[in-house]
T-cell receptor
Framework: QQQVKQSPQSLIVQKGGIPIINCAYENTAFDYFPWYQQFPGKGPALLIAIRPDVSEKKEGRFTISFNKSAKQFSLHIMDSQPGDSATYFCAASWVLTGGGNKLTFGTGTQLKVEL | NAGVTQTPKFRVLKTGQSMTLLCAQDMNHEYMYWYRQDPGMGLRLIHYSVGEGTTAKGEVPDGYNVSRLKKQNFLLGLESAAPSQTSVYFC????????????FGPGTRLTVT
């Protein structure tokens, strides 16, 4: 099963708050777990990614927490800003035959950061 | 360096019409992908290519065809458009190596009436 389940569907936080977006997967063959950020009218862009043998990764204000035994991972945004308002997609990656990676995306979380 | 570009940005088709979406990348990436994005469903892979002259089916290939005659271009064709193909289509590319990092184009919004 290649599904990735994402929650919540939408999230509103105050400036400076810490929104948390959660994802769960089933297939243990995934080799990377990236997060993509999408602004209205634009294509998704890679934000941060983690390997399944690492429990946490931080890049600036963005942190991924990974729980391999529970098959869950989450994105935390520290000190959130109005400019972080976007749709966030978790994904799981696995290697395709012949090269390249297939990304299975979650259904997305629409985040709004209010002043 | 334009990255990934898509043509056209918007299109309205009538049921049964055909069209081709063009994707071009100038990053010399080996791998290219076509996705569709529908509300509440995330992005789903339609077709992909692991190199010039190669194509393969993704999760939702029915009703679409693709071609990659040149490394930098990946074309998505709809032979007989259906209302169910109303969606936003994204092309992406990735280099060899860190290919979970895919670079997306700005999208094409297609409406089939």
């Amino acid at each position: 099963q290649q599904q990735v389940k994402q929650s919540p569907q939408s999230l509103i936080v105050q400036k400076g708050g810490i929104p948390i977006i959660n994802c769960a997967y089933e297939n243990t063959a995934f080799d990377y777990f990236p997060w993509y950020q999408q602004f209205p009218g634009k294509g998704p862009a890679l934000l941060i990614a983690i390997r399944p043998d690492v429990s946490e990764k931080k890049e600036g204000r963005f942190t991924i927490s990974f729980n391999k035994s529970a098959k869950q991972f989450s994105l935390h945004i520290m000190d959130s800003q109005p400019g972080d308002s976007a749709t966030y997609f978790c994904a799981a990656s696995w290697v395709l035959t012949g090269g390249g990676n297939k990304l299975t995306f979650g259904t997305g979380t629409q985040l709004k950061v209010e002043l | 360096n334009a990255g990934v570009t898509q043509t056209p940005k918007f299109r309205v088709l009538k049921t049964g019409q055909s069209m081709t979406l063009l994707c071009a990348q100038d990053m010399n990436h080996e791998y290219m992908y076509w996705y569709r994005q529908d509300p509440g469903m995330g992005l789903r892979l339609i077709h992909y290519s692991v190199g010039e002259g190669t194509t393969a089916k993704g999760e939702v290939p029915d009703g679409y065809n693709v071609s990659r005659l040149k490394k930098q271009n990946f074309l998505l064709g709809l032979e007989s458009a259906a209302p169910s193909q109303t969606s936003v289509y994204f092309c992406a590319s990735s280099p060899q190596g860190i290919s979970y990092e895919q670079y997306f184009g700005p999208g094409t919004r297609l409406t089939v009436t």
